[in-house]
């Protein structure tokens, strides 16, 4: 991934927050019931095969939404928080900075091989296509051997996923990824696919039927979903 300053984020960093609040009210939850119930769903899903990351890299951090709720579910000892936007990063530093975490620009972190978990949520959407190749090769370097990678994407076969990125001005564009493409993004990239699970199925009317949820993780029915992969 590129260094170079990003304009397009530069310009939402300041008001990131305000555009995507404009995109989910449809759900009538707001961006922190995501981020939550992302890093729930990711940390139930390390209890299962026994994995506790102990440093973690946020990749395509943004402006640091999972910042805190990466800390208080994973309770790393060292996060990392990595992205594209110079301005984005200044938000994420003054909002969410502390010890034990550190925001950088792509370019300023070379990737060691020394990360047990990268996070990585609704970014790729955002990468070109020519560039997703050397972006998953970032990652991989990154992880050490066994690390795992958390990948979570918009589920372009829900409707309401369709719709709450047209009310978003920087995602309109985005070129979505079903779960298929990712999966196979991810093993060209020699990493090996743990399981693939979707969330958020039922908006905030709804929430009566969220208990299911976990049950229906297997059907690709959420409005975002995780692929979990291993570094062999």
């Known amino acids: 991934m590129t260094a170079e300053p990003s304009p397009e984020f530069d310009a939402f960093a300041e008001d990131y927050d305000v555009a995507l609040k404009r995109g989910i009210s449809v759900s009538g939850e ?5 981020a939550q119930g ?16 102990k440093t973690i890299m946020d990749y395509g951090c943004g402006t640091g939404t999972a910042t805190p709720f990466i800390r ?16 984005s990063l200044m938000v994420a530093r003054r909002d969410h900075g502390g010890p034990g975490t550190d925001f950088r620009l792509f370019g300023d972190y070379a990737p060691d ?50 719709l709450v990125m047209a009310r978003i001005p920087f995602d309109r564009d985005a070129v979505k990824l079903s779960p298929p493409y990712a999966r196979n993004m991810i093993r060209s990239s020699r990493l090996e696919v743990v399981n693939t699970t979707f969330q958020f199925i039922f908006p905030k009317f709804l ?13 690709p029915l959420g409005a975002q979903y995780q692929v979990l992969a291993r570094k062999r």
């Open 30 to 34: 707001s961006k922190d019931y995501f």
């Open 38 to 53: 992302r890093l729930a769903w990711l940390k139930r899903q390390l209890e299962t095969v026994a994995f506790q990351p």
């Open 72 to 87: 208080e579910l994973l309770r790393p000892a060292r996060l990392l928080g990595v992205d594209i936007s110079d301005r």
């Open 113 to 162: 091989a020394t990360f047990d978990l990268v996070f990585c949520n609704g970014v790729f959407h955002h990468i070109p296509l020519d560039q997703r190749v050397a972006c998953m090769a970032y990652i991989v370097r990154s992880l050490r051997p066994g690390g795992l990678f958390a990948l979570w994407e918009n589920n372009p076969w829900n409707p309401g996923t369709q």
């Open 207 to 219: 929430s009566g039927l969220r208990r299911w949820e976990p049950a229906l993780a297997r059907w």
